[in-house]
Structures are given as structure tokens and as C-alpha cells.
């Protein structure tokens, strides 16, 4: 699978697909096919890896702007 095939087959954005590639050490590793420039990523190795990620909810920055005004405000 290519990273825009792995996008749209998991809802994603080519640019979220490529973070998670670069970021994450337990990506399944590209796969370089002769006669072609494109990697690809294999299909069985991709779907293990999204049913076994542990999803991680980001901070919330909004709560600490609410913080720190109230902090100001004392």
C-alpha cells in the first residue's frame, strides 16, 4: 500500500499517514519494488499495526489558557 492508498483506507490524511510513518519506530518498515521510485508498505503489516495502535489524546490547550488567566487574575 502507498501512503495516499493507507489515507484513504484508514480515513486519515496523507500528511497525518506520513507523521505517524516518521514518528512512530513501530511503523511497519517501507518496501522498496524494483522499477519503481514509490514505497510501499505491506497490507498485513499496516492493518496489524492500526488494530494494535494505542491511541494517545492530545493535550488540551484550551483548559491551560483558563488556567493561566485564572492564575493572573489572583
Given at each position: ?26 511503523f ?30 492530545g ?16
Open positions: 500500500m502507498t501512503i495516499p492508498e493507507i489515507a484513504e483506507h484508514r480515513g486519515l490524511s496523507r500528511q497525518r499517514v506520513h507523521r505517524i510513518a516518521r514518528s512512530d519506530p513501530k511497519p518498515e517501507p518496501v522498496l519494488e524494483p522499477g519503481t521510485t514509490r514505497v510501499k508498505y505491506p497490507t498485513d503489516a499496516v492493518d496489524e499495526y492500526f488494530a494494535t495502535r494505542v491511541l494517545q489524546p493535550r488540551r490547550t484550551d483548559l491551560e489558557a483558563k488556567q493561566q488567566e485564572t492564575d493572573a487574575d489572583e
